[in-house]
């Protein structure tokens, strides 16, 4: 859901819709039907700020997932 011209990526508050889980269903209407891997996003996003109001830190299974291909040390814990 991107209606900015090619040149712009992103606007400011832009994941809202994912951070409130618009995808799952509700009264915001876009032009299209969300796909899954906006569903899977907004999951993602959710889950970060579920665990940031939570325990302060973003770190969650699939953060820590994602840092195995990385050769960076980060605490999963």
């Known amino acids: 859901m991107n209606n900015a011209p090619a040149w712009h990526s992103t606007t400011h508050l832009a994941d809202t819709l994912y951070v409130f ?7 915001i ?7 899954e891997e ?9 889950e970060y700020w579920t665990n940031f109001a939570k ?19 980060i605490n999963c814990a």
């Open 55 to 73: 325990t302060g830190s973003v770190r969650s299974a699939m953060i820590c997932a994602a840092y195995l291909y990385r050769d960076e040390d």
């Open 38 to 46: 906006e569903r899977e996003m907004s999951k993602t996003i959710m």
């Open 21 to 27: 889980g618009a995808p799952f269903g509700s009264a």
């Open 29 to 35: 209407q876009i032009d299209s039907p969300w796909q």
